[in-house]
């Protein structure tokens, strides 16, 4: 034991040389394993890392980034982290960037810019080499800091042809554009939203751009008493179901359009309170497909995105930018698919006609 401890500088910690001799490879080998994993065949970069298993090694990050001068950091900032959208992104991010020998930071803004900026600027001291950010809505700061700093970065959850920032994500107005001109399809003419607040939220104003652009090339519009804005949840979803539906009945919305999921799933929940039913006397669509939408009664009618594929696509640009193969983050625009569920039908005005 002693002859073992002063073999590893008297400090007990195991040292470098002692992993590389466990895996039978050189000293340089077991560096570049967790320093540069793409350089190091996958069954030797599993030979490594098993033997530092086993000795308990883990690689001094200070050291590393000192001799390297890199610290194989890469950040993200999400908004919230009660969304299970985000943590679907931010785990297609974390398999890349683990796959490749980088951590992690994670950061949550809570719908306030100027939160993001300090997340972004405590992230930056600690030497990030990459960054990602959901939406545009962000201090000018945020992003002058990381171009002046030459930091690669990207856009996420959100696709612009027209963005000054490289962004991997959909469409927010094409497709609620979309979504409305769905319902319209079906007959529906009285429409109502129930919407997360769009302060601090790029996403959520393309959205209901989206529903305002589709619904004027239709000579319709939503009236400002069947605008409901408030707080992502399902008791709001609910309380402004139950308001909407309070009306006189030849006011009534027919159509029902979401900002996400859990508000939809609150309305449907109300439905039954106030014995209503989709799509019998009403129709409703979210947006995100949650889990729970295919299973609930009636299945929500709703757009899916495939968030860990963003995610993962954002690790795989930054990481290609930070290796040299690439100079700039290339955009990505991924599509939402619509999701044609039971919540949705014709029209109760159409029904009811072909029954007379």
């Keep these: 034991m002693a002859a073992a401890k002063r073999a590893r500088g008297g400090s007990g910690r195991v040292k470098l040389e002692e992993v590389a001799r466990k895996a039978n490879v050189s000293t340089a080998t077991v560096s570049r394993a967790f320093n540069e994993p793409e ?7 599993e030979r490594v890392k098993e033997a530092a298993r086993a000795l308990n090694w883990i690689p001094n990050a200070a050291g590393r980034a000192l001799a390297s001068s890199r610290t194989h950091i890469a950040g993200a900032i999400i908004p919230t982290l009660d969304d299970e959208i985000f943590a679907h992104q931010v785990a297609g991010m974390q398999a890349v960037f683990s796959a490749r020998g980088f951590a992690l930071f994670l950061g949550c803004s809570n719908y306030d810019p100027q939160e993001g900026l300090r997340q972004a600027e405590a992230m930056l001291a600690r030497g990030v ?4 950010v959901v939406g545009e809505n962000h201090p000018a700061e945020l992003f002058d800091a990381l171009r002046s700093r030459r930091i690669p970065y990207v856009v996420t959850y959100s696709y612009n042809k027209s963005s000054p ?6 469409d927010n107005r094409a497709a609620f554009d979309r979504l409305t001109n ?18 601090n939220n790029d996403r959520v104003k393309e959205r209901l751009r989206g529903i305002s652009e589709a619904l004027t090339a239709a000579g319709l ?14 008791e709001f979803g609910a309380a402004s179901f139950a308001r ?34 989709a799509p019998r006397d009403f129709s409703i669509t979210g947006f995100d497909d949650l889990a729970i939408s295919s299973r609930f009664v009636p299945r929500l009618t709703t757009m899916k995105v495939d968030n860990q594929r963003i995610g993962m696509l954002a690790a795989n640009e930054l990481l290609a930018v930070i290796a040299g193969k690439q100079e ?11 999701k044609i569920r039971d919540s949705a039908g014709k029209s109760p005005q159409i029904t009811t006609a072909g029954m007379r």
């Design 129 to 132: 080499e990459a960054l990602a």
């Design 39 to 45: 350089k190091v065949s996958e069954s030797v970069r």
């Design 165 to 170: 920032h490289p962004c991997i994500g959909f």
């Design 244 to 277: 909407l539906m309070g009306q006189a009945s030849e006011a009534r919305p027919t159509a029902i359009i979401c900002g996400n999921d859990n508000i939809a799933l609150g309305a449907l929940m109300a439905a039954g309170e106030c014995g209503l039913e």
């Design 221 to 234: 519009e939503i009236r400002a008493q069947d605008l409901m804005i408030g707080s992502s949840t399902l």
């Design 182 to 199: 769905y319902l319209l399809s079906l007959g529906h003419r009285r429409f109502a939203a129930i919407f997360q607040p769009e302060a």
């Design 328 to 338: 700039h983050i290339q955009s990505q625009e991924i599509a939402p698919v619509l």
